[in-house]
């Protein structure tokens, strides 16, 4: 009895430290005490097929299902130093075990998993992700699934009939018996008749075409059931019929939602309409479609005909771009715009004209408010010119008599010189009694200054008759007396 005690002590402990389990878990010696991982069970442990993952998903430990577990040709199952391998004799995800090497298995539909056969990875229809086991009403042979109707795999214990029966075997009612009929022939009721194009009693299996799940209407053509038609709710598919609530076989025209419209990455099927959940790249998710246009661009899904400001926009690489601007209007970026720094088809900066205090964009044309001291404001300039001068905007060549003029920096006019006959006097050009003519002389009383020279206005003029013989009473253009002339100036008027 002590000897009992001690070696079920002895076992106990070898359970525990060698991490021994029914559910093929790993190791206490590779992962410590237990798996943290949710769903790992209540012992720390994994299922089957399954390894701890220390850095899963937001890093945390994670049962990750792997399937073909091999040991990869090593001894004891341990796989460190083969690539693609978590080194615990399982291949990684997306990874299956061949010629003890672990490869990439192949990218196959949705309605598909990739699984490692004889021929190396292959999609299969109709069966779990393990790769093991079949759908219901499948049964697995020769690297497929098949239906459980056939002499290769009949009923639920998938029998072979062909190897319980001979080639007299068939599979009938989901169950393998001995064809008593002909090659070629199927019984039915009391009769035995042709298989090759009966819909009650079709090929080997002498299948009643009618009774194939949610099938409407089928034939039997060459010893095959052919579905003509699926029940309400169900789309033809292979020679299946499948439900139009499925994602592949979405509707009442049993679409393939994901590939309904281009560009989409995921969709889902709602009460028989595909739905799109999310898109690729910068694409407007419509629920309907991917799809960049002006009315559905970018992922935001913006309405680029829209306009703010009468401008013209077109969907370009998911972003709303503007082509066009109203006359006038300064087209940027941000969009159409008529400010001070950017101002007209041109998009001039008003603030950038010369000498210009304030300004203003004016109907897409720059337009100077005030000028800088000193400037005169023409509208459009600030400027300090002979014909422009000044803020008063002076025009220094209409100064009364003057002759050069210049408009100096501080906006006032500057005279140089005066018309002939004029005196320059400061910044003036006058005719007085103290400046007068172009020499400004002082004129002595009671000579005035007239037309640029002095005269006497006291002294007695002539007249027609009162000049002596030879000579004439004359007036000099420009003098204002009548005197004698014997020697008649080119200017003069005579009476």
């Known amino acids: ?26 190791t206490l010696e590779e992962h410590g005490p237990k798996c943290l991982a949710e769903n790992a069970n209540r012992f720390g442990r994994c299922k089957r097929n399954q390894f701890c993952d220390l850095n899963g998903p937001g890093g945390k430990e994670h049962c990750v299902t792997l399937a073909n577990a091999c040991d990869c040709g090593t001894s004891g199952g341990d796989c460190t130093g083969i690539e693609n391998s978590n080194g615990y004799g399982y291949c990684l995800e997306g990874y299956v075990c061949k010629a003890e090497n672990c490869v990439a298995v192949t990218a196959c539909p949705d309605n598909q998993v990739s699984c490692m056969t ?33 002499v290769e795999a009949c009923g639920a214990n998938c029998d072979n009939c062909v190897g ?38 079709c090929g080997e299996s002498c299948e009643d075409c009618s009774k194939i799940e949610n099938v409407a209407n089928a034939t039997c053509e060459n010893a095959n059931c052919v579905i003509d038609t699926c029940k309400d709710g169900y789309c ?9 609530q499925r994602v592949e076989t979405c509707g009442t025209d049993c679409l393939d939602c994901k590939s309904s419209s281009a560009n989409i990455t995921e969709a889902a099927c709602v009460e028989g309409a595909c ?69 007209g088809e041109d998009c001039n900066d008003c603030t950038k004209i010369a000498n210009a205090a304030t300004t203003e964009c004016q109907s ?15 509208g459009n300039t600030c400027v300090n010119t002979n014909t422009q001068c000044g803020e008063s905007c002076t025009n220094c060549t209409n100064l009364p008599n003057v002759g050069l003029t ?44 007239i037309n640029g020279h002095c005269e006497n206005k006291l002294s007695k003029e002539c007249n027609k008759t ?30």
């Open 1 to 26: 009895m002590k000897c009992i005690k001690v070696f079920y002590t002895i076992f106990i402990l070898f359970f525990v430290y060698t991490g021994c389990n029914l559910e093929g878990a790993i």
């Open 118 to 150: 004889t021929e190396g990875s292959k999609c299969m229809s109709n069966i779990e992700d393990d790769c093991r086991t079949c759908h219901a009403g499948y049964c697995f042979y020769q690297d497929a699934c098949i239906p459980n109707n056939s």
């Open 406 to 449: 210049e408009c100096q920096s501080d906006g006032t006019c500057k005279v140089h010189s005066c018309s002939p006959g004029f005196c320059k006097f400061g910044n003036t050009c006058v005719n007085t009694n103290t400046q007068c003519g172009d020499l400004c002389k002082t004129c002595v009383a009671p000579a005035v200054c």
């Open 164 to 201: 319980l029966y001979g080639a007299m075997g068939i599979c009938y009612a989901g169950a393998c018996k001995q064809n008593p009929c002909e090659k070629g022939q199927c019984p039915l009721g009391e009769d035995c008749v042709e298989n090759a194009n009966n819909s009650l009693a």
């Open 364 to 378: 897409g044309s720059c337009k100077v408010i005030t000028c800088n001291a000193g400037y005169c404001n023409t």
């Open 275 to 343: 739905v799109v959940l999310s898109c690729e790249g910068n694409l407007c998710n419509t629920g309907e479609a991917c799809v960049n246009t002006n009315t559905h661009c970018g992922s935001n899904c913006d309405n680029c005909t829209v306009s703010t400001q009468g401008e013209e926009r077109r969907c370009v690489e998911g972003e709303c771009q503007i082509t066009s601007c109203p006359a006038g209007m300064c087209q940027t970026q941000s969009g159409c715009e008529n400010s001070t720094n950017q101002c």
């Open 236 to 244: 033809k598919v292979n020679e299946q019929c499948l439900s139009n």
């Open 466 to 495: 009162s000049c002596p013989v030879g000579e004439l009473c004359c007036r000099e253009d420009g003098h204002a007396f009548l005197k004698c002339y014997a020697k008649l100036p080119p200017s003069a008027i005579c009476l």
